[in-house]
């Protein structure tokens, strides 16, 4: 069973433009909601994360957006370059218990 | 040299064989895990283990089996590979000391095609 709702599966973005993925999540025990990077031929790595108690976490120019009311969170990628071409994974995790439950994963391309 | 290894990277296999994909990593961490990838089924969790006497199943563990020989080696097998076992195997690594953060480390991945 998804827990986790990723969209969209793909996404086309020109070259300074602003990238925007989605997730939703319905266990409201989730306490810590990453976002993880994979480039091809590569494993996932740690990109950005967010705990609920907070609605916006900015770290260079990726941010994350929580809304926890709504149970949804996002991704933003300002100013979106090539080389941010990769597929991204939402991701909700619950502490204590040392897993987490992935989203389906977004491609993202940007265009020169 | 990367702090989760996995091997083999490749792997073409027939019907019925028996694979084992191994993983080892250096960064003395306790936690690791088996995830399986798939295109626009993301990454699905096969298996997990805490240490050497703990491991646990996870939302996908039918059809495999796995093994933690030391805490740094933990191993996933087919024990009668099928071709819907076609995938991108990922190990990951956590160390349960930092707590809420809980961030995984993966290796680079192992590709199995099973015909």
């Known amino acids: 069973q998804q827990q986790v709702k990723q969209s969209p599966q793909s996404l086309i973005v020109q070259k300074g433009g602003i990238s925007i993925i989605n997730c939703a999540y319905e266990?409201?025990?989730?306490?810590?909601f990453p976002w993880y990077q994979q480039f091809p031929g590569k494993g996932p790595a740690l990109l950005i994360a967010?705990?609920?108690?907070?609605s916006e976490k900015k770290e260079g120019r990726f941010t994350i957006s929580f809304n926890k009311s709504a149970k949804q969170f996002s991704l933003h990628i300002m100013d979106s370059q090539p080389g941010d071409s990769a597929t991204y994974f939402c991701?909700?995790?619950?502490?204590?218990?040392?897993?987490?439950?992935f989203g389906t994963g977004t491609r993202l391309k940007v265009l020169a | 040299d990367a702090d989760v290894t996995q091997t083999p990277r490749n792997r073409i296999t027939k019907t019925g064989k028996r694979i084992m994909l191994e993983c080892s990593q250096t960064?003395?961490?306790?936690?690791m895990y088996w995830y399986r990838q798939d295109p626009g089924l993301g990454l699905r969790l096969i298996y997990y283990?805490?240490?050497?006497?703990?491991?646990n199943k996870g939302e996908i563990s039918d059809g495999y089996s796995v093994s933690r020989q030391a805490q740094a080696k933990f191993s996933l097998s087919l024990e009668s590979a099928i071709p819907n076992q076609t995938a991108l195997y990922f190990c990951?690594?956590?160390?349960?000391?930092?707590?809420?953060?809980?961030?995984?480390?993966f290796g680079e991945g192992s590709r199995l095609t099973v015909l």
């Open positions: 991701a909700a995790y619950t502490s204590g218990t040392y897993k987490y439950i």
């Open positions: 266990n409201t025990a989730f306490d810590y």
């Open positions: 967010i705990r609920p108690d907070v």
């Open positions: 960064k003395g961490h306790d936690r």
């Open positions: 283990s805490f240490d050497v006497k703990d491991i």
């Open positions: 990951a690594t956590g160390d349960r000391g930092r707590g809420i953060t809980g961030e995984l480390f």
